[in-house]
Nanobody, 128 residues
Framework: QVQLVESGGGMVPAGGSLRLSCASY????????MGWFRQAPGKEREFVAH????????YYADSVKGRFIMSRDNAKNTAYLQMNTLKPEDTAVYYC?????????????????????WGQGTQVTVSS
């Protein structure tokens, strides 16, 4: 079992920055690929970023590419999402997720059902 705890959300003006953290408790963190998703009111949960377990290769949604940076520190069992140049449309609850190295996750990291564990979410609000 893996427990994920997000932190770092808050309210910032447009153009500001935030860094989200996702602390992992339980099984070996380095064995899991990690993802960030977000969900705005009335919308489906959408993919934001993904980082592979072994290679550290990262992938981003087009909407955040060039503004957000995902990283992981296996020694601290923590994943991060550095969010820069925030826009009002980035407002959402942000969730981190952990997934085992399955064929499904390797081939489609943007699908929520391919992840095994989820955090409780942290609110990010960007004012215009």
């Amino acid at each position: 079992q893996v427990q994920l705890v997000e932190s770092g959300g808050g309210m910032v003006p447009a153009g500001g920055s935030l860094r989200l953290s996702c602390a992992s408790y339980g099984r070996t963190f380095s064995n899991y690929a990690m993802g960030w998703f977000r969900q705005a009111p009335g919308k489906e949960r959408e993919f934001v970023a993904h980082i592979r377990a072994n290679s550290g290769t990262r992938y981003y949604a087009d909407s955040v590419k060039g503004r957000f940076i995902m990283s992981r520190d296996n020694a601290k069992n923590t994943a991060y999402l550095q969010m820069n140049t925030l826009k009002p449309e980035d407002t959402a609850v942000y969730y981190c997720a952990a997934g085992r190295a399955t064929y499904a996750l390797y081939n489609d990291y943007s699908v929520p059902r391919n992840y095994d564990y989820w955090g409780q979410g942290t609110q990010v609000t960007v004012s215009s």
